[in-house]
């Protein structure tokens, strides 16, 4: 129910777009959220979205640099990605929760119930 796509290999101080097109029951849950996971880490929530007003939640380590977005039309949430570091290298994953988002809900992955299968992402 949802599908990542974007991912892919980029420079230090490149940018990247990750997309989550979701169908469209998943897409009337209230919070879309993006995660990520890097080999040997605990998953990080890195930005969050309420579907309903557009309201948005960042970590702080993406603060500035990291843009969530939603195209209701395409069912679709979007994560544009400037100024990418190394430390960006992760696999990302979509997920979507049935609550108001919150950001509590980034350091807690069980605020959402639905999941992608992830897209590759790599700064070097």
């Known amino acids: 129910q949802l599908v990542e796509s974007g991912g892919g290999s980029v420079q230090v101080g490149g940018s990247l777009t990750l997309a989550c097109a979701a169908s469209?029951?998943?897409?009337?849950?209230?919070?879309m959220g993006w995660f990520r996971q890097a080999p040997g880490k605990e998953r990080e929530g890195v930005a969050e979205?309420?579907?309903?007003?557009?309201?948005?939640y960042y970590a702080d380590s993406v603060k500035g640099r990291f843009t969530i977005s939603q195209d209701n039309a395409k069912n679709t949430v979007y994560l544009q990605m400037n100024s990418l570091k190394p430390e960006d290298t992760a696999m990302y994953y979509c997920?979507?929760?049935?609550?108001?988002?919150?950001?509590?809900?980034?350091?807690?992955?069980?605020?959402?119930?639905?999941w992608g299968q992830g897209t590759q992402v790599t700064v070097s």
């Open positions: 997920a979507a929760g049935p609550n108001i988002c919150h950001p509590v809900a980034l350091d807690n992955g069980s605020w959402f119930i639905d």
């Open positions: 979205i309420y579907t309903r007003d557009g309201r948005t």
């Open positions: 469209v029951m998943t897409f009337t849950y209230f919070c």
